[in-house]
């Protein structure tokens, strides 16, 4: 427990020995280090300051957040970081999902390892100006699970914030696992004191996603952080129509594929046809959506991102959706929500020559 820190065999949702509930509140009860921690003088966490030292070269952090998991928030705080990169400013992007860290496979930097200097830890590098720090680069290998309780992963994260040197950092985009647990509290506990700019929220368009996020921004709302904005990603189907399948079922399941004859009858008879962008609604938004939460609680959105196949295989290839122009129906929406955030929060970074 030395500086402060939390022990490795402390309860779930553990206070931390500086807390004036340690020793005392009822996640305390019947922990070994009970007694300790209840007659340990208290004090400022010196970790505290040497976050702040670090974190005094990053002039903007964002959190990207959501209540719900598999929303695609880890693509967008990929996309978002891939953006960011490419208008010249200088990123990090912090993997802090302990349990599931999906960034590095959608960064392209699966199989990396971390590299210390006498700085501290190094981020791996997708681009000079994008660095990524996760504990995925740390895995013996990918399909290695990490079985922690909440202190040990709080830990890290602490660690992950004083321990390495991103340099001068225009923007630091943390993805956060799903939920309002112990990640969260902590992000929020170790970096409020350098200034959080604040949230991004990821949602789907239905109700049952829409319950969990409503949640994410009652938490916002209650430890401080700023809403900057709700993201309504996979917002239906939307893909080029020459770009599906065209299949005859039967009534037992078994398919034919005629999307050659399709695609050949459409080439001769109505060839404007094959310009055309198909859109399905994949999931039930007659609620509203995201659009209708946020008029509800009174918080900014920011736009809808489409449901689009090459989106998908951009973030399984760890690829920047920008890049190419294969994402013609993602792309322009996410570039309009990274406009709106520039717009609206750092215009005066806009003016500023990379």
């Not at 670090?54 to 959190?63: D, E, F, G, N, Q």
């Not at 902590?186 to 350098?194: G, K, R, W, Y």
């Not at 198909?278 to 209708?292: C, R």
């Not at 760890?318 to 406009?339: M, R």
Request: hydrophobic share 40%; proline share 6%.
């Amino acid at each position: 427990m030395e500086n402060g820190e939390i022990p490795e065999n402390a309860n779930e949702h553990c206070p931390g020995p500086q807390s004036e509930s340690a020793g005392k509140s009822d996640s305390c009860q019947g922990c070994p280090n009970q007694e300790v921690c209840a007659t340990a003088p208290k004090g400022p966490d010196p970790d505290l300051v040497a976050i702040a030292e670090r974190m005094a070269t990053v002039k903007h952090k964002i959190l990207v957040l959501s209540g719900k998991g598999g929303v695609g928030k880890s693509t967008f705080s990929a996309q978002l970081s891939f953006a960011l990169a490419a208008k010249d400013f200088q990123v990090g992007l912090l993997d802090i999902d302990i349990c599931g860290p999906s960034i590095p496979k959608m960064l392209g930097l699966e199989g990396q390892d971390i590299h210390q200097s006498n700085l501290g830890w190094s981020p791996v590098y997708v681009e000079s100006n994008l660095g990524v720090m996760s504990i995925g680069f740390m895995l013996p290998n990918p399909d290695e699970a990490v079985i922690w309780r909440g202190p040990r992963k709080n830990g890290l994260i602490k660690q992950f914030l004083k321990d390495v040197y991103w340099g001068e950092l225009d923007f630091l985009v943390v993805d956060a696992p799903p939920g309002t647990s112990d990640e969260h509290i902590s992000i929020v506990q170790f970096l409020q004191a350098t200034g959080i700019d604040g949230a991004i929220i990821v949602t789907t368009p239905q109700q049952v996603s829409l319950i969990d996020v409503r949640k994410e921004v009652s938490f916002c709302k209650k430890v401080g952080v700023p809403i900057l904005g709700v993201v309504e990603n996979m917002s239906g189907l939307c893909q080029p129509l020459k770009d599906f399948r065209f299949l005859k079922m039967t009534e037992n399941g078994e398919h034919t594929d005629l999307t050659e004859k399709v695609i050949e009858f459409m080439r001769e008879k109505a060839p404007e046809m094959l310009d055309l962008i198909a859109a399905s609604e994949v999931f039930d938004s007659s609620g509203g959506g995201a659009a209708k939460m946020c008029t509800e609680m009174g918080v900014p959105f920011l736009g809808k991102v489409p449901l689009d196949p090459q989106l998908c295989k951009a973030a399984e290839e760890g690829k920047s959706c920008f890049a190419e122009q294969k994402c013609c129906t993602s792309a322009p929406a996410l570039k309009n929500i990274v406009e709106k955030l520039m717009t609206n929060y750092w215009h005066e970074e806009m003016s500023v020559e990379h």
